[in-house]
Structure formats: structure tokens, C-alpha cells
């Protein structure tokens, strides 16, 4: 069965560009001709938000997809944006009412996989899923990376963002051992400011010592980025030349090249 590919982003700093890389990067898909959904998985809800979705007004969230057994998936799904070559994109958006089931999530047995099962309704309708985390080691991440293929980690150039991933991926490491799940892990650098020397001699450290572990592509400041979140629409929609939407698309390329060389084949999720 051809499964969609399931990214979530993840840092528990906060303020790193992981909502922005969830939705950047999931419009620059869409522009491809990709199908998308987008899971906002953070209680603060930052991705709805960006989506211009109240998430006081919700009828309906992850957090019902999540716990509601006989809750029908498609309820939850926000259709926001169609595009004319086919790509898509969609929002299963979130509210403070997952910071009301993640202690319910925790206490329960396989409370961190509930979401993972839930997406198989969703396999057929998605290209790629983005799961936009949470700044926090808990059950949500563990949810996250149990649900995903590849998490993306959006790491700030300066040397004490980048100290701080190796914390990160030690719990990464920790969850798939005890789920006994698999999941790679890619590092993007988020919010790159060439016009400084600590700025390029941190990005040197960090290309040094994750290898082959990090996207090719990286991330520049770009005030742009404000002016999309205020207009609450994706910053490649609304000007696909900006330095920020071009970085993205350079993202989604190397993701999209990955599939057709073969490097990062989709798989079943039973696998
Ligand atoms: N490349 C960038 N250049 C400039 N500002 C950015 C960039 N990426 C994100 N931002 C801004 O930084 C702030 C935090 O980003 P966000 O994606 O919300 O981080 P997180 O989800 O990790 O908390 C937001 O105001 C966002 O608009
Ligand atoms: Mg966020």
C-alpha cells in the first residue's frame, strides 16, 4: 500500500521555526502538486492560529482524534487550501483541550500511539503529513515521533541551539526503543543570518558534526516570515520569491529528489 510520508517537527526549545517549517514546508509541497495535511500537535495552537483557525471556536480537534474511539477522523479535518495543479492543503488544527488529554495520554497504555493508528484513516487522502510539535519532552512528542517516518529538527545557528539537539535526540533515540518504532531524523537550520562570522563558523561546527544528518538546504532570516504569520496565511503563498518561501522550496525539492532517487523510499507503516 502507498502510505503517505509522515514528518514531525521537533525542538523543545521554543521560538525555533517549527511551526513555520510545518507550514512553509508543507505549502511548498502543495505548490509541487502534493497533497498535504498539516496536524497541529501543540496546545498553544500556533498552527492554527497561522492558519487563520480560531481555536476557541473548534467544534472539533486532535485532541478528539486522539481520544475519542468512535470519533469519525474525518470531522477533525479543516479543508484550507486547493490548488489548481491538485496539491492541497489541509488542517487538523488543535486547542488548550490537548493539554487536557495529554495526562490522560500518559496514564494510559499506548496512550504515545493512539495518534499513530488514527492517521492509518488518512493513508489514501495524503502525500506527506506534517505534525507540528509541541516545545516539550512529553507524551505529545512521544506521540509525534511514533507517528512519523523522518522528524524534522529546526535548529538556530548559534552554538548553544545546536549543543542543545544533542539532548534531543537521545529522547528521540529513548522513545523508538521503548515503542520499538523507527524513525529517522533530519536537522534544518533555521533562521540563518549570513551577515555574522559567529553565525557561519557555528554553521561549520554543525555540518561538521551531524553529517550527514541535516538538509543541504538552510534556513535565512527572513522578515517576511512576520508579515505571513500576521496575514495568517503561509509565507509561499503569499509571495512564492521571497527569500524565505525560496529557502523552503529548496526543502520540499530535496525532500521530493530524496523519493525519486530512491534514497528515502516510503514504506507501510506495518513494516
Ligand atoms: N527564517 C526566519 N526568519 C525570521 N523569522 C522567523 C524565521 N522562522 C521563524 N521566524 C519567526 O520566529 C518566530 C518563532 O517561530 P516559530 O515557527 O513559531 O517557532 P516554534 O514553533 O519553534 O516555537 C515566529 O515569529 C516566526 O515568524
Ligand atoms: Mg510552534
Avoid: W
Wanted: aromatic share 8%; net charge positive.
Amino acid at each position: 500500500m502507498k502510505t503517505p510520508y509522515i514528518f514531525a517537527t521537533a525542538n523543545q526549545k521554543g521560538g525555533v521555526g517549527k511551526t513555520t517549517t510545518a507550514i512553509t514546508l508543507g505549502s511548498s509541497l502543495s505548490i509541487f502538486g502534493y497533497r498535504v495535511l498539516l496536524i497541529d500537535l501543540d496546545p498553544q495552537a500556533s498552527l492554527t492560529n497561522h492558519l487563520a483557525v480560531e481555536p476557541e471556536k473548534l467544534e472539533y480537534s486532535v485532541a478528539n482524534l486522539i481520544i475519542s474511539g468512535s470519533f469519525n477522523p474525518s470531522e477533525a479535518v479543516i479543508n484550507k487550501y486547493r490548488l489548481k495543479n491538485g496539491g492541497c492543503i489541509d488542517l487538523i488544527p488543535s486547542n488548550i483541550n490537548l493539554a487536557r488529554i495529554e495526562a490522560e495520554l500518559s496514564v494510559s497504555t499506548g496512550g504515545g500511539l493512539k495518534l499513530k493508528e488514527k492517521l492509518k484513516f488518512f493513508y489514501d487522502n495524503y502525500d506527506y503529513i506534517i505534525i507540528d510539535s509541541s516545545p516539550a519532552l512529553s507524551v505529545l512528542l512521544i506521540s509525534a515521533v511514533a507517528a512519523s517516518d523522518e522528524v524534522i529538527i529546526p535548529v538556530m545557528s548559534d552554538f548553544l541551539s545546536i549543543r542543545g539537539v544533542d539532548l534531543l535526540l537521545s529522547t528521540i533515540d529513548k522513545i523508538e526503543k521503548a515503542l520499538d518504532s523507527r524513525c529517522t531524523y533530519r536537522l534544518l537550520i533555521t533562521m540563518f543570518d549570513r551577515r555574522t562570522s559567529s553565525s557561519i563558523r557555528s554553521l561549520d561546527y554543525f555540518k561538521n558534526k551531524y553529517k550527514n544528518a541535516h538538509f543541504n538546504s538552510i534556513i535565512n532570516i527572513d522578515t517576511r516570515f512576520r508579515d505571513a504569520s500576521m496575514l495568517r496565511k503561509p509565507l509561499t503563498y503569499i509571495d512564492v520569491h521571497s527569500r524565505g518561501a525560496l529557502d523552503y522550496i529548496n526543502v520540499a525539492r530535496e525532500i521530493i529528489g530524496d523519493f525519486n532517487n530512491g534514497v528515502n523510499g516510503r514504506r507501510t507503516k506495518d513494516e
